[in-house]
């Protein structure tokens, strides 16, 4: 069965998600690029992330278990084995 992933939005936004109960906290950078992840029960960093400026990967520590990285806020998710394609989402 697959694991239930919940989002939260606001005004557009994702600002955070649950799953499976581990609930992730996306901090995001001005232009909406999910620069840092944190689990929202302790507080602590599960992940740290730089992009190049057209949404490659540039560094990255931790894992983050969210495909929103690059304008990730708004909506934008990275399919997996791919580096920077993005597809917007539809209503969250």
């Not at 939005?9 to 581990?22: A, S």
């Not at 992730?24 to 599960?46: C, S, W």
């Not at 990967?57 to 394609?85: I, K």
């Amino acid at each position: 069965m697959p694991m239930a992933v919940r989002y939260t939005t606001v005004d557009g936004q994702v600002l955070c998600e649950n799953r499976g109960g581990v609930k992730t906290l996306f901090m995001p950078d001005t232009l909406g690029n999910v620069i840092e992840t944190r689990n929202m029960d302790t507080g602590a960093q599960t992940s740290s992330t730089t992009y190049w400026p057209y949404g490659e990967v540039r560094t990255q520590t931790g894992t983050n278990p969210s495909p929103f990285g690059f304008c990730g806020v708004w909506g934008y998710y990275t399919q997996a084995g791919e580096e920077a394609a993005t597809m917007a989402l539809g209503t969250l």
